[in-house]
Nanobody, 123 residues
Framework: QLQLVESGGGLVQPGGSLRLACAAS????????VGWFRQAPGKEREGVSC????????SYAAAVNGRFTISRDNAKNTVYLQMNSPKPEDTASYFC????????????????WGQGTQVTVSS
């Protein structure tokens, strides 16, 4: 029954903004840490950001630090990734994932994954 569904992806111009959402069903999201990951053709999956179950702790990859913001609304069972000033190198398929445990940027510790949403940054 557990499902994660990403939304909000699309085409955005450099310097614009985009907000991704990860909506969970069949799970009490406030018990899970959540991470955002991305993968571009020819590259390995990369951790982007993660947030603890309470939202009290967040981490960011150096490449996005200062531009992206992760947040969660447990009442809505949703985690967000606000992408400000995206760059062409941010183009990738973005996935959210959940784990019962500590939030990290290591993808292999996560148990549940969404289908992904495509983000394309281009003029």
């Amino acid at each position: 029954q557990l499902q994660l569904v990403e939304s909000g992806g699309g085409l955005v111009q450099p310097g614009g903004s985009l907000r991704l959402a990860c909506a969970a069903s069949g799970v009490t999201l406030d018990h899970y840490a959540v991470g955002w990951f991305r993968q571009a053709p020819g590259k390995e999956r990369e951790g982007v950001s993660c947030i603890s179950h309470s939202g009290g702790s967040t981490s960011y990859a150096a490449a996005v630090n200062g531009r992206f913001t992760i947040s969660r609304d447990n009442a809505k069972n949703t985690v967000y990734l606000q992408m400000n000033s995206p760059k062409p190198e941010d183009t990738a398929s973005y996935f959210c994932a959940e784990v019962w445990g500590m939030a990290t940027l290591k993808s292999n510790v996560y148990d549940y994954w969404g289908q992904g949403t495509q983000v394309t940054v281009s003029s």
